[in-house]
């Protein structure tokens, strides 16, 4: 092996193992990056799961109406849904205003994350159903699922009981059960 020249090119950054930075080499950002790895049960700095701080959480697509969080968009679902008048026969009752969340909690950022992977291991391992028109859960999609939660854990993006939330309102008992067959 030689030693580098003028002439070679530099080096390519490499992100750091622990928190993720781009750092030129070797990929170290500080003193922590080479203490023992703490134990997940919190997020140790802000998550790409995190909400934008002073962003609306939602916009109404009608009226232009900027809301705090979920409890005012359902308010203003309320508010704008129109009333049938039963001494008019049937009425079309229409829709409430339309609401663009455009600032989502940090558990609806997670619950939509997980949702994409686990779409993405069924498209890509489950069994088809042909009778039933269905795509059905294996070992490969909860290994898939458990694989990729797994590396959001070790970049301490979420905590285990994030996902297992998640995977719980998505009704994928089949990767929870794996899930806790692995420890």
Request: aromatic share 4%.
């Amino acid at each position: 092996m030689t030693a580098p020249s003028l002439f070679d090119p530099p080096p390519e950054p490499q992100p750091c193992w622990v928190c993720l930075r781009i750092l030129v080499p070797p990929p170290v950002c500080g003193t922590h990056c080479h203490q023992e790895k703490p134990a997940v049960t919190e997020t140790t700095h802000p998550s790409i799961y995190d909400p934008k701080p002073g962003v609306p959480y939602g916009t109404c697509m009608v009226c232009d109406a900027l809301f705090a969080d979920r409890a005012a968009v359902n308010a203003h679902h309320d508010a704008t849904r129109p009333v049938a008048n039963p001494s008019e026969g049937f009425v079309n009752l229409g829709r409430s205003h339309t609401v663009r969340i455009t600032n989502p909690t940090r558990p609806e950022r997670i619950r939509s994350m997980v949702e994409e992977v686990l779409e993405e291991a069924l498209r890509q391992y489950g069994d088809i159903d042909v009778g039933c028109q269905t795509i059905e859960s294996n070992a490969d999609v909860a290994e898939y699922v458990i694989d990729d939660l797994e590396r959001s854990l070790d970049r301490r993006e979420l905590t285990r009981d994030e996902a297992m939330t998640a995977l719980a309102a998505l009704h994928a008992d089949d990767v929870i059960e794996a899930w806790e067959g692995d420890e």
